[in-house]
């Protein structure tokens, strides 16, 4: 279920030109190099963000990674996913280092139709376990 909406399924909402925050499971296991060794996840979200896209909306990706505790930990950070993902998609996706605050609300206010933003592991932010209602 879409949040807001009495629809069921991304299909039936009206989503062109708005922004489409996504919550996905990038959790996939990446070697001590950084380098991605199963990227079956990120595949398995293809389809809806290329429907999500196609139906001329903008795109907001967010994923955990690990569990680092609400600490910034690098080898836990979604830059590898967000290359990999930039290159399954024809160079549209923009990574920021960020999960929450002006930065992102900025990023995401800039997107134009088409573009998707990939946020930083959610988990930096001790708000995501702890589900924090600011988060």
Do not use: W
């Amino acid at each position: 279920m879409i949040a807001g909406l009495s629809k069921k399924t991304v299909s039936d909402a009206d989503i062109g030109g708005k922004r489409v925050f996504l919550r996905v499971d990038f959790n996939v296991p990446i070697d001590s190099d950084g380098n991605i060794l199963d990227d079956t996840r990120i595949k398995a979200h293809l389809k809806t963000i290329n429907h999500i896209l196609s139906r001329g909306a903008k795109l907001i990706l967010a994923s955990h990674f690990g569990r680092p505790k609400g600490k910034v930990v690098p080898s836990m950070s979604l830059v590898p996913v967000a290359k990999r993902l930039n290159k399954l998609l024809d160079g549209r996706v923009r990574f920021i280092s960020q999960s929450v605050g002006e930065e992102v609300e900025s990023a995401a206010s800039e997107l134009q139709a088409g573009e998707i933003l990939l946020l930083e592991n959610l988990r930096f932010n001790p708000g995501e376990t702890e589900n924090s209602p600011e988060l």
